[in-house]
């Protein structure tokens, strides 16, 4: 039976001809030339012109986007520099219901800055925002119900208010046209394990804009980030472009996958993609209403276009063990708590006629009862 793979939004599968790049890189680069490559293979910039690669899939101009940390860490660090963007301002605004590892980090630079943390419902987060607010992080496209924020319109709310807009990408990049210039967005994270199939902790990228990078400070300076690493100098002294913002010695092998990873967007036009991806969330909804809804599922996601992201969630009390039944007869999406089905529609390799097969044979295990068998019950640690 064909695996139809609806988690792309979680962990990308490999594309292309990874374990060859992985082999070339052992032999060629690593065993061939040493501790040469780091000059001779690119190694040194790797974080800086993997970044550039990531650029033009986010309508961000050179100069801008820098990969090396996790999606964690960058949170972190461009939180702590938007605090010192905004000096004197002591309050970041975010929404309910955040992804943990956003709403974490939120609430521990609060707290290393004396700030307090405003936490709205997503719509009212715009609206929130006051001269008291240092920087806004939302998640353009929330990864359970799959709502999408308008940025441009958000960002220019935040800028109303003097405030710093912070938006993480992770649900978004690689499956849909972003315009970070155009929608003059401050700072961005996003990761790039999930629709840019960059491999199991593959590094994030940060975005700073333009006008930021001179000024902006983060907060972990580390001789990979120096002006003149190879001077040795005893105190810091920030490389004058987005290098600053790197700390150590950059994840060379992931690096190199993630490179080519990203070959599979060479020529893609993201506009193209996007109204794939909204063609096959659409076709989803239309089959789940049509064949799934008199089993019990309900659409958690928006239903305008527009207002979501690349996947799609289906409230269900058995939830669990549907997901874990589907995944048995091919149908690979994931659960999240309390009780959606997650399924993500990766434009970049899935087809229409693969959203209907997987609504074949998700309406078939309903009408069999299959996911009641005991051992769909069972939780395993990652859901
Ligand atoms: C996937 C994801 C992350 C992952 O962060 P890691 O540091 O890679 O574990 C963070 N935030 C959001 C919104 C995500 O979707």
């Known amino acids: 039976m064909k695996r139809i793979y609806l988690d792309g939004n979680s962990l990308g599968p490999p594309q292309g001809d990874v374990l060859g790049r992985i082999a070339r890189f052992v032999a060629d680069e690593w065993d061939g030339q040493l501790i040469g490559a780091w000059n001779t293979r690119g190694w040194w910039d790797a ?42 301002r002591l309050e970041i605004v ?37 001269e008291q607010t240092a920087v806004v992080s939302l998640c353009h496209v929330d990864y359970r119900g799959g709502r999408r924020h308008d940025m441009r319109a958000v960002t220019a709310a935040v800028h109303e208010a003097g405030a710093v807009m912070l938006w993480d990408l992770s649900h978004s990049t690689g499956a849909m046209d972003l315009q970070l210039d155009e929608c003059n967005v401050d700072l961005a994270v996003g990761c790039t394990y999930k629709y840019l199939n960059g491999g199991p902790g593959s590094p994030a990228f940060a975005y700073v804009a333009d006008r930021h990078v001179e000024v902006i400070e983060q907060p ?10 190879f001077s040795m100098d005893e105190y810091h002294r920030p490389a004058p472009s987005i290098r600053k913002m790197l700390s150590g010695t ?34 989803f909804i239309e089959r789940a209403d049509a064949r799934l809804r008199q089993h019990g599922f309900i659409v958690a996601t928006p239903r305008a276009p527009a207002g979501r992201g690349s996947h799609v969630s289906l409230a269900h009390d058995e939830a669990y063990a549907i997901v874990q039944a589907a995944i048995s007869v091919g149908v690979v999406g994931d659960f999240r708590e309390p009780n959606l089905c997650r399924f993500g529609f990766a434009p970049l390799y899935l087809t229409i006629a693969d959203v209907e097969e997987a609504v074949d044979r998700l309406e078939q295990l309903m009408v069999d009862g299959t996911y009641e068998r005991h051992e769909f019950q069972v939780r395993a640690a990652v859901t």
């Open 47 to 88: 974080p800086i012109t993997v970044g550039e690669r990531i650029a033009p899939l986010i309508g961000a101009a050179a100069g801008q986007t820098v990969v090396g940390e996790s999606t964690t860490i960058w949170l972190y660090k461009l939180l702590s520099a938007a605090m010192h963007l905004r000096p004197g």
């Open 94 to 130: 975010t929404e309910t219901g955040q992804f943990p590892t956003d709403r974490h980090v939120i609430d521990s630079v609060a707290r290393q800055f004396g700030a307090s943390v405003r936490a709205v419902p997503s719509e009212e987060a715009a609206a929130a925002v006051s």
């Open 220 to 229: 972990v300076s580390g001789w990979v980030g120096h002006a003149d690493p």
């Open 250 to 283: 950059p994840p060379v092998i992931a690096l190199a996958v993630l490179d080519h990873a990203l070959d599979a967007f060479d020529g893609v036009d993201m506009a193209v993609l996007r109204s794939h991806s909204t063609a096959l969330t659409e076709r």
